[in-house]
């Protein structure tokens, strides 16, 4: 059974925003700390932000100011709210429990966000 789906990719253009999902099967995430991470073309799985179960927040530098992680607890979901994007931005986006191995672990299929004109 997957526990963790991310969802509200697709394309939109620089300077756009976007909207992901990530919704858990159980309300036992709800006690945990959840992350963003994203895996670029050529590169390694990347944490872009994290949750803590009361709502404090850490960001990598590189969206920081312009991506907002959010959680609604009685929706066990996590959300990232992406403004002014950039083409850098451009990759495949996961949820899942920091920690998990960037190059192992258990990792769901992600959502694509492609930023381009």
């Known amino acids: 059974q997957v526990q963790l789906v991310e969802s509200g990719g697709g394309l939109v253009q620089p300077g756009g925003s976007l909207r992901l999902s990530c919704a858990a099967s159980t309300s036992i995430f709800n006690i945990y700390t959840m992350a963003w991470y994203r895996q670029a073309p050529g590169k390694q799985r990347e944490l872009v932000a994290a949750?803590?179960?009361?709502?404090?927040?850490n960001y990598a530098d590189s969206v920081k100011g312009r991506f907002t992680i959010s959680r609604v607890h009685a929706k066990n979901t996590v959300y990232l709210q992406m403004n002014s994007l950039k083409p850098e931005d451009t990759a495949v986006y996961y949820c899942?429990?920091?920690?998990?191995?960037?190059?192992?672990?258990?990792w769901g299929q992600g959502t694509q966000v492609t930023v381009s004109s």
């Open positions: 899942n429990l920091p920690g998990t191995p960037v190059d192992g672990g258990s």
């Open positions: 949750i803590t179960s009361g709502s404090s927040t």
